[in-house]
């Protein structure tokens, strides 16, 4: 009797110990990876679209439709461009990963992440909203600007260092 009291003592610290490791946004999912600091995060009005950002500051975007702006905080899950791991770690966003199915970023949807220094861009992707990039100071890198691009929003690159080269080479 006292052994199964010990293990079920034991399993239920075990349980709650886990449970307060992770973010309160992630108690109504499965347990979120342990390397993930936002786990699958709606970042759309609809919920399609969802983010996730590992340690090494990877913030990924992944879904159907479009990836929500400023315009809309509802559905605007990166409130910082700085957040704090499990062990309390600072962790900035250092590269975005947009991934297939997502159609349109936002109005100013990372405007202001100093340290962001790359971006992926998927095939598909039709629009890129106002200030959607704009004043990341660091950012060099916009990896696969898709045929399908019909819209590029006003100021959406401005104070970067990616648009400085792209006007050098005019």
Do not use: M
Request: charged letters at 25%; a negative charge.
């Amino acid at each position: 009797l006292i052994p199964a009291l010990i293990l079920i003592i034991l399993a239920v610290l075990t349980g709650a110990f886990i449970q307060r490791s992770f973010p309160a946004h992630t108690s109504d999912r499965s347990l979120a990876r342990a390397d993930l600091i936002l786990d699958r995060e709606p970042c759309s009005p609809n919920g399609k679209v969802v983010c996730s950002l590992d340690k090494e500051g990877v913030l990924t975007v992944e879904g159907t439709g479009e990836i929500s702006g400023t315009d809309d905080y509802s559905a605007y899950p990166w409130d910082f461009c700085r957040y704090e791991d499990l062990e309390g770690k600072a962790v900035d966003v250092r590269k975005v990963v947009v991934g297939e199915g997502v159609t349109f970023i936002g109005h100013g949807a990372f405007k202001d992440f100093p340290y962001l220094s790359e971006v992926v861009l998927p095939d598909g992707l039709v629009g890129i909203g106002q200030q959607a990039f704009e004043s990341c100071e660091q950012l060099n890198r916009v990896k696969n600007i898709p045929e399908s691009l019909q819209e590029i929003g006003q100021n959406a690159f401005q104070g970067t260092r990616w648009i400085e080269t792209q006007r050098d080479k005019d």
